[in-house]
């Protein structure tokens, strides 16, 4: 089993940063690949970005590329993802979520966190 907890949601403004993290506990961190995902209400929970379990590969939603930037830290069983230029339609809760392989396939991905609220303000 793993445990996956999520924090540094918040209310931001257009323009601005947010960086959330996700902490796990459970089996070894490292040897999981780490994704991202978001749900907006009525709508399905999307890919937004993950990252090999070395660190090595990351891969991007194209809503997202070059405004976010996904990282982990395997020493402090912690992924990243810091979020720049935000925009109102990045609203959403944020998930983090780990597989044993690099996929953007929410189905793909076994376990999962309770998510964290991200609001954008226009």
């Known amino acids: 089993q793993v445990q996956l907890v999520e924090s540094g949601g918040g209310l931001v403004q257009a323009g601005g940063s947010l960086r959330l993290s996700c902490t796990t506990s459970?089996?070894?961190?490292?040897?999981?690949?780490m994704g991202w995902f978001r749900q907006s209400p009525g709508k399905e929970r999307e890919f937004v970005a993950g990252?090999?379990?070395?660190?090595?590969?990351?891969y991007y939603a194209d809503s997202v590329k070059g405004r976010f930037t996904i990282s982990r830290d395997n020493a402090k069983n912690t992924v990243y993802l810091q979020m720049n230029s935000l925009k109102s339609e990045d609203t959403a809760v944020y998930y983090c979520a780990a597989s044993n392989r690099n996929t953007v396939v929410a189905g793909a991905y076994d376990y999962w966190g309770q998510g964290t609220q991200v609001t954008v303000s226009s």
């Open positions: 459970g089996r070894t961190f490292s040897a999981y690949a």
């Open positions: 990252i090999s379990w070395s660190g090595s590969r990351t």
